[in-house]
């Protein structure tokens, strides 16, 4: 099982970014899916999540500007960022709580994908 990341790069201060992550391989189930960031010096921190029910939350530092959704039948996760700030320069990592088929069984397991760079700058 990999998610697979893309939708990072170099924008101004104001614009706006959209961040997809599609997870692939023998899955079974997918719960909760979202977006962590880590900048430069600091630790990696949770920016929104979504349930497979379509429950959000949301960093208090982001809400009003970004928005998290999903396609369940695609096991995809987005986030659409607008009136993007310097501050929110970081690499974005996509996180699934899934369940998958390991030969005879399942397994549950938090996967993250390879992370994508936000520079925010003008």
């Known amino acids: 099982v990999q998610l697979q990341a893309s939708g990072g790069g170099l924008v101004q201060p104001g614009g706006s970014l959209r961040l997809s992550c599609v997870a692939s391989g023998s899955i079974f189930s997918v719960n909760v899916m979202g977006w962590y960031r880590q900048a430069p010096g600091s630790q990696r921190e949770l920016v929104a999540t979504i349930t497979s029910g379509g429950g959000t939350n949301y960093r208090d530092s982001v809400k009003g500007r970004f928005t998290i959704s999903r396609d369940s039948p695609r096991n995809a996760v987005y986030l659409q960022m607008n009136s993007l700030k310097a501050e929110d320069t970081a690499i974005y990592y996509c996180?699934?709580?899934?369940?998958?088929?390991?030969?005879?069984?399942?397994?549950?397991?938090?996967?993250w994908g390879q992370g994508t760079q936000v520079t925010v700058s003008s």
């Open positions: 996180n699934a709580r899934l369940t998958y088929y390991d030969r005879t069984r399942l397994v549950s397991d938090s996967v």
